[in-house]
């Protein structure tokens, strides 16, 4: 018995080390919580239509020149369908379907062996228009969290590895011009 209460309290010291503030780099959630989003409007689907091309998948139950041709009825009825599953919190099962398609990573691979090609996966019309709205709607959430790193580029409007490689290279130029007019020569 004493065995176990001396491994139980070796452990649970441990933990306590481990899951002490101090080990953890990024610090914790304390802005808004994101409860409430705002009411998506037929404009805000008319303008998302128009400005999406009309590239048509298999997994289409509606093709996208038909919603594009028809914007007026199709953005009550998206914006209608977009409301409810915000407000539900419930994705259209129907709408988590793709198609995926085979595509040659390059013409000179042979065509009959299967790891010559990548999946490609084209999700239905619609479910890229509700996908667009939600990142509308969570981005500028997650952005001004203060949990959120300022340097992220990743899946962010403007920003890649070359914005992060050059706010490294001008870290490093700014780093290294400060060490040489802040050297002592003896």
Known sequence: MSKTND???SITAKLSAILAPQFFSDPPHFGPLFRNIHPISATEIHRIIASCPAKASFADCIPPS???DCPNLFSELIAELANRSFREGIFPSCFKHASVVPLLKKPSLDKHVPSSYRPISNLDFISKILERLFHAR????ITLSPSFNQYQ???RRHHSTET????IL???LLSSDWQIHHRHFP
């Open 138 to 141: 969570i981005q500028p959430h």
């Open 66 to 68: 038909i919603i594009k």
């Open 153 to 155: 580029s990743a899946y």
């Open 164 to 167: 992060s490689i050059l706010h």
């Open 170 to 172: 001008d870290s490093i």
């Open 7 to 9: 491994l139980k309290s």
